[in-house]
């Protein structure tokens, strides 16, 4: 089985060691690289696909203005990698989860939005399942 690649968009660093730390204990082998803005996020995708690196997920936070330097949230975050790569497969993942705003996340083009309430075994056992189901 190929690596998987997945692009963590977060602007909190513990919440992204988290998530890295996590999905290290997947039977899948999965290749985690992270951005701490919404614009890294997206230079860093754009660079994974020139790369012949595209990822297979990205994971989005919602706020991603509160603790990082950008100016992007996850919704226009979304909206400009879509822009770059119409099939790139992004799924939210925010404490967020039931506002308006994700569902704005939804309709900017995110596949769901995960709620950050989930215990980690779940968030990891879901990021499986969207991965084996690209095969």
Known sequence: MHEKIVLVIDDEETMQDLIRR??????????????????????????????????????????????????????ETTREILKLDPEANIYGYTAWFATEWAKELEKAGAKKVIERTVLPSQFRKMVEEILKGME
Not at 29 to 34: F, H, L, Q, R, T
Not at 58 to 72: A, E, H, P, S
């Open 22 to 75: 996590n999905l290290s204990k997947s039977s899948l082998p999965i290749k985690v690289y992270s951005a701490l803005s919404g614009e890294e996020g997206i230079e860093k995708y754009k660079k994974l696909m020139e790369n012949g690196k595209k990822p297979h997920l990205v994971i989005m936070d919602l706020n991603l203005t509160q603790w990082g330097k950008g100016r992007l949230d996850g919704v």
